[in-house]
Each structure stands twice: as structure tokens, then as C-alpha cells.
């Protein structure tokens, strides 16, 4: 879909002019862009520039980084201490190349008077850094975590955190929970420190109480909490298969003795890596690997081994059965349907990988499948979805080119077989982020179902909405339509998830899941995707040379989301600024379009690129070295070095 201005997406080049070599890259943001994104803050000039968060694939770590962040800002009155604390953490390739010691803490200061300047280490070589102002006034800390490989020194620094001392205390009103995990291992492995940090967020943000963290009396035996709201799990022996469940609190106002505490709590799991699953019989158990839930999209796992292994019940050793997995996930396994003759039976994971040429492993503790009677319970769930999109009404489970305002038609069927009546209980279904789900949105034109509570946010583009099921009856078979309209998305997104119904007996909850529905949600329009461009070096007193691309022969990708493609689409190119020098005199560079005909377009006028063909998609460009994009060096003779940059914008309008 394109406006009547057409899509334009404009790109920075920029010229590193030196003795020797010029480079020129192209960097791409969403516009006209920047070589590095702006960190924004009020603090002194000298702070270091902000490092990324750690990366994890799961439980792995797959790059170093900042795993607890500062807050950007404190408040505190005059005389009393401010606690400002982070940590970081390693990749598994550092620490598995050998490159495992400590991380070495300093903490650097400035102020409204004084400029930068490191704490004495006696003080600030730890992660946590206590200071009690003297005078009012604003200041701003920032760590700095060090770390060796051979002879070189890596840094990685937090943010800013700026101190503004109040004249009054603030109350905290409420405070908001979370952790970095919901599961901690308490047995040694290759993946992790068997730990996890609470983070807490205060409302109103310039209180100028803090946090103080604790666990539940009894819940010293599983795990501790230090002052930072890291929460570490008691390590036990490989034969020790203790598991359990903590309770977080993070509370404040301790200052304010007539001002109510303001508390919240969270629960996270600690153990060795598996729960035991209770499933009813005639259907399917799921054994989850613990700790996945905060998986990176993207990251490559194919060197990552998941060996699945089942002790059946009077078994002497555990049995590899990888191959009977029924999950699309090897970090989780889903049984056939089971018996009462499997009740009982152990079932444990081992995880493999290799770093850097060294093989490591971990085996999680044997969890137990156990199987519930389906006497007075029995349940079929199924929900199928109306093809609107493709008119193929043998397709009921997959649906493609879902654009905004398109209405998804779920078609629910729930009957229950037992003797006994179901009563309230719950279906889940997943939705795009975006979607609206208050009732003038969602049509429920059957009784007995209604919207439970508000949607609950999941990793990612994705919250999980909940419908209340009022009684089923014995023998009871009841059907449920419900439609979702398809939000506003900026990207295209794939959503695949098999819908659950669950009820709760006795305080066993059961959760029985549909077959596998996938949607695919398209933008309806075409998005484009320009890459760096990079030239060979220039060098003085070069003239009238033709400088080639060193970097990749596809300049943009394009992606073609539209519906309908009967009507061509152009792409043009154009240089929208000149390379100009420090005193903004025009350098003697110019971008030409060299094309297989021979012919040769400058680019300061918009030039014609590609044409799509109608009814198809416009494709991404490529060029061979000698053609497309390529720099005429008319005379550097007498350039001065230095940073010069020029722009470019790709524009898409519909072909006459």
C-alpha cells in the first residue's frame, strides 16, 4: 500500500578521509541516519558510552554484557545513604577460552562543580556503591566493569545514574516485580551463576525511599537475596534433586515510620531443571527445560544437543527417546498420548554444546510423569479458525496475508465425557501485542463465555487473553465463536500457538491443549531495508578514478508485504546532499549509476532503479561489482582529512 507521496527511506554516507585510505559506509536506521545511536543525558561530558545488555539464548549466555542495569535516577534527601548498584556477566565463549576471572569494579563521580573522576577502588570496587551526599545539589555515578583476555583490557559500562538530593522524603506508593528469571538451577553447570536478579520499579519514580529485599523465613533453606536483589540458589549435589519454590518481597518507606510500607511479591522455582507433570490420561505430557522463557529470537541453536532420556517405572537406567519427541521445540518434550502404565515413570534432559572446541554438558534432575484418572473428568477441546483469506475451506488451522482490520472467526468446541460437571474455567488464546481486546472488539455472540481479566504481556510481540467458560455439564458438548480483529503491526509477524482449556479439581489443574493453529500477519505495504555500502580506499593526488563497492551486492532488500500487486511499483535513488569539507566547500566526489547498457545516470536527479512487474512483488536489488552505485573521484590532491559524509534516499511510487 503506498500514499500518494510515496516511501521514502533515506541513508547517511559517510567519508573517513585519512593519508591514506577514505572509507565510506552507509548506515541504516529508519530514516536519514547515524553511524551510532545517541545515548541522552544531562550528565558532565566524560562518562563512557553505555554497553548493551547480555544476550541469552535461555539459560546461555551468548554475549558479555550489563545484566543489571542502573537506574537513571535517584532522589534522596540530605544526610541519608543512596544505595546504586549493577552487575554484568560473560559469555560462555569467554569464560569457556579461558578468559574466566572476575570482574573488576570502578566506579567513576562528577558533579554540578567537579568533572569526572574515578572513586578510590577501596571503596567502589564492587558492584554496589553506597554515597551520602554532604551538600546539595546534583550528581552523577557511573560503573565501569573490567575484564582480561591476554594482554588486552575490555570495559563495559553501565548508564548514567544522576543523584538530585531533595529537601523532603517522597513516599513510594507502589512498587512493580519482576526478575531476570522465573527458575534458578541449584546444581553447578556450564550456563550459568545458579543465580537471578529482582528488579523492582517505584512509583512515583523520584521517591527518594528504596527497596529492601527479602525472602520468606522458610525459604532460606533454597535460596539467599543480598541487598542488591540478587537471588542465589543453595548449590546441592548432583544426586540431591531438592526443588521448591521462594518468594521474592521487595518493600519500602522504612524511613517514613507513620507511612504505610509499600510491598510486592513475586515466586520463582529453583531446582535442577525439570518439574514433574501431572496429565490426564488419554492425553499428552509436556516436560519442559526450565529457565527458557527469556529466549532470544534469532540466535542459531544447532550446535546445542537436547538428549531426552525416560526411566520407565522398575527401570534400572534412563533410555535415550529423543527421537519419539512430538514437540517442535528441543527444549521441551511432548509425550504420545499415555497410559496408567506410565504413571510414575522419570524423565530427565541432558544439554550438550561445544565453545570454542571444548564440549560441555549439563543433566537436569529426573522429573516424574504422573497420570490422573479421567473417572470424573473428560474433556475434547478443539478450535478451528474461518479461512476469510485464501477461501480454502479446508484450512482451518493456518491463515496468511492477515492485515490490519481482517477478522479472525475462532470456532471452539468443548465436550465433557465425565461424570462430573465442569465447573468455571478458562480458555487461552494468543494475540498480536497490539491487538484490542476490550469487548467492542471481541465478538462473543454465544453465551457462557465471556473475557476473564485483562490480557497478560508475553516475551516478544505476543499477550496471552483469557476467556471464563462457565459449567459444563456431564455429556455436555457446547460450541463458542469468537472473533478478534487484526491489530496495526509495523513489521510482518508469524504467530503460531496451540490454544489450552483448563480447569482446576481438588487443586490439580488440568490444561488440556488444541491442535496447532498459525497466522501470518502482513503490513500491506512494502518496507524497505537499505544495507551498509562501503567503497575502496582513496588515496591522495588520486584523479578521475572510479572507486568500486567492497561491501555486499545487495544495497537494499526489499519486502513486498502488499496485498494486492496487480499495479507496478518504481524505486528510484537519489543523492539529496553533497560530500562537503569543514569549511562546507563541495569535495570533488560524485555517486553514478553505472547500468549493464552502458549508460551512466548521476544520481543528484531522482534515477529510475526497478520496475515490478504487476501481480508480482518488488524485488530486492543486486548488483556485480562493475555496476549500480560506484564513486567518481574527479581530484584528491588537496583534501584535508577528516569525516565527511553525504545522504541518499530509495523512493517507491506507483508506476504510471
Known amino acids: 500500500m503506498l500514499s500518494s507521496a510515496g516511501l521514502k527511506r533515506g541513508i547517511k554516507i559517510a567519508l573517513l578521509l585519512s593519508f591514506l585510505p577514505i572509507l565510506m559506509a552507509l548506515s541504516v536506521n529508519d530514516f536519514t541516519t547515524k553511524t551510532a545511536p545517541t545515548y541522552i543525558t544531562d550528565a558532565p561530558d566524560g562518562y563512557g558510552v553505555p554497553s548493551p545488555m ?34 554484568g556477566e560473560r559469555s560462555l565463549g569467554d569464560v569457556s577460552a579461558g578468559f574466566g576471572s572476575p570482574l573488576r569494579y570502578q566506579w567513576f563521580e562528577a558533579s554540578e ?186 540466535i542459531d541453536t544447532d550446535n546445542i544437543d537436547i538428549i531426552w532420556q525416560r526411566k520407565k517405572k522398575g527401570a534400572d537406567k534412563f533410555k535415550d527417546i529423543s527421537s519419539l519427541n512430538k514437540s517442535d521445540s528441543k527444549f521441551s518434550f511432548e509425550t504420545s498420548d499415555v497410559s496408567f502404565s506410565d504413571d510414575g515413570d522419570l524423565y530427565q534432559a541432558t544439554v550438550k554444546t561445544s565453545i570454542n572446541n571444548k564440549e560441555q554438558s549439563y543433566t537436569t534432575n529426573p522429573a516424574k510423569l504422573i497420570v490422573n484418572p479421567t473417572k470424573d473428568y473428560n474433556v475434547d477441546f478443539s478450535v478451528t479458525v474461518e479461512d476469510y483469506f485464501s477461501k480454502d475451506p479446508q484450512n482451518t488451522n493456518h491463515l496468511n496475508n492477515i492485515k490490519s482490520g481482517d477478522q479472525i472467526a475462532y470456532h471452539i468446541v468443548l465436550s465433557n465425557h465425565g461424570k462430573k460437571t465442569i465447573g468455571s474455567s478458562e480458555l487461552t488464546l494468543l494475540v498480536p501485542q497490539n491487538t484490542e481486546t476490550d469487548s467492542s472488539h471481541i465478538l462473543m455472540p454465544n453465551k457462557g463465555t465471556e473475557i476473564k481479566d485483562s490480557p497478560t504481556q508475553l516475551d516478544g510481540d505476543v499477550k496471552k487473553l483469557n476467556f471464563e467458560i462457565l459449567s459444563l455439564k456431564p455429556q455436555e458438548t457446547r460450541t463458542f465463536d469468537i472473533s478478534i480483529h487484526a491489530p496495526i503491526i509495523d513489521k510482518k509477524q508469524t504467530l503460531i500457538f496451540n490454544p489450552t482449556y483448563s480447569y482446576t479439581n481438588m487443586g490439580e489443574k488440568t490444561i488440556i491443549k488444541s491442535s496447532e493453529l498459525s497466522f501470518t500477519f502482513v503490513t500491506n505495504r512494502i518496507e524497505l531495508h537499505p544495507q551498509s555500502i562501503i567503497f575502496e580506499p582513496i588515496t591522495l593526488f588520486e584523479k578521475d578514478v572510479i572507486k568500486h563497492r567492497t561491501s555486499s551486492g545487495t544495497p537494499i532488500t526489499v519486502d513486498d508485504q502488499r496485498i494486492d500487486t496487480s499495479k507496478a511499483v518504481t524505486l528510484y535513488l537519489q543523492q539529496t546532499s553533497n560530500f562537503l569539507d569543514r569549511d562546507k566547500k563541495i569535495l570533488p566526489f560524485h555517486l553514478f549509476i553505472y547500468d549493464s547498457d552502458g549508460s551512466v545516470k548521476n544520481i543528484k536527479d531522482k534515477t529510475l532503479i526497478a520496475t515490478s512487474r ?27 582529512p577528516g569525516n565527511y559524509s553525504a545522504d541518499i534516499t530509495w523512493t517507491v511510487k506507483q508506476a504510471p
Do not use: C
Not at 573490567?146 to 543523584?163: C, D, E, G, P, Q
Not at 548449590?235 to 534433586?241: E, G, R, T, W
Open 113 to 298: 562543580t567537579d568533572k569526572w573522576q574515578s572513586i578510590d577502588p577501596k571503596k567502589s570496587n564492587s558492584k554496589h556503591l553506597s554515597f551520602r551526599p554532604t551538600e546539595k545539589g546534583i550528581y552523577w555515578f557511573q560503573l565501569r566493569m573490567s575484564y582480561s583476555t591476554f594482554w588486552l583490557n575490555h570495559y563495559i559500562y553501565t548508564k548514567v545514574a544522576k543523584v538530585t538530593v531533595t529537601p523532603n522524603r517522597i513516599k513510594v506508593d507502589t512498587i512493580t516485580l519482576d526478575t531476570n528469571s522465573d527458575y534458578i538451577y541449584n546444581k553447578k553447570n556450564f550456563f550459568n551463576n545458579n543465580s537471578t536478579y529482582a528488579l523492582a520499579l517505584v512509583n512515583p519514580d523520584n521517591s527518594t525511599e528504596q527497596v529492601k529485599w527479602s525472602l520468606n523465613q522458610n525459604d532460606g533453606d533454597l535460596a539467599k537475596i543480598d541487598d542488591d536483589g540478587k537471588v542465589t540458589a543453595n548449590l546441592v549435589s548432583d544426586q540431591n534433586n531438592k526443588s521448591g519454590e521462594i518468594e521474592i518481597h521487595a518493600a519500602a518507606n522504612h524511613n517514613l515510620p507513620e507511612t504505610e510500607l509499600a510491598h510486592a511479591t513475586k515466586k520463582i522455582k529453583i531446582g535442577g531443571g525439570l518439574l514433574d507433570t501431572h496429565v490426564s490420561f488419554g492425553k499428552s505430557a509436556l516436560f519442559e527445560l526450565q529457565g527458557m522463557e527469556n529466549s532470544n529470537r534469532g
Open 614 to 640: 504487476p501481480l508480482f512483488p518488488l524485488d530486492s536489488i543486486h548488483w556485480d561489482r562493475d555496476h549500480g552505485l560506484l564513486l567518481h573521484v574527479d581530484n584528491a590532491t588537496n583534501l584535508i
Open 54 to 87: 547480555s544476550k541469552r539464548m535461555g539459560l546461555l549466555v551468548t554475549s558479555t554484557g550489563i545484566i543489571k542495569q542502573v537506574n537513571d535516577n535517584y532522589n534522596i534527601t540530605l544526610g541519608d545513604s543512596v544505595n546504586i548498584s549493577a552487575d
